[in-house]
């Protein structure tokens, strides 16, 4: 169930929003936005016709494309964490239970790999850093954090 809709404009890769690209990642390879739901349905424009430089397809596909080699530069956390978004099970906790079981890994490394993915996505300076660097960095901080 989506919480909350966005806009070309205000896509900046947080965690929201790499969660509903992912929920809507079907629309957005077809090329479409996904409706706001919250609009009355009038599709026309106040100021007339409107001419574009570009197609309307274009801006989803370079949006969802961006967050797809964001994705597979994750490996298989990306895998993982495209899996669990987009599988809408009614109890995740058993589905989460059955990867772990399938991977031959605890639950806990379950959800600490979807989420170094997840914050891997979102970074900024992700071309300068590859994940597995990331991932030493990252979980090293969570180590020092914790002793302290």
């Not at 989506?2 to 790499?18: A, F, L, M």
């Not at 090329?31 to 100021?47: I, L």
Request: one cysteine or more; proline letters at 3%.
């Amino acid at each position: 169930m989506q919480s909350q809709w966005y806009g070309y404009s205000e896509i900046r890769y947080t965690e929201d929003q790499i969660v509903f690209l992912l929920q809507n990642s079907s629309l957005l390879r077809d090329g479409r936005w996904p409706p706001n739901p919250s609009d009355s349905g009038y599709t026309g424009s106040p100021q007339g016709k409107q001419f574009r430089h570009e197609g309307n397809f274009v801006k989803p596909a370079i949006i969802i494309a961006e967050l797809e080699l964001r994705l597979t530069r994750c490996g298989e956390d990306g895998l993982l964490l495209e899996y669990l978004i987009l599988l809408d099970y009614g109890d995740m906790q058993y589905l989460e239970a059955k990867l772990a079981g399938y991977l031959h890994t605890t639950l806990e490394d379950i959800h600490r790999r979807s989420k170094l993915a997840l914050k891997y996505c979102k970074r900024n300076r992700r071309k300068i850093t590859n994940y597995r660097d990331f991932c030493i960095y990252t979980i090293r901080r969570w180590n020092e954090r914790r002793v302290k």
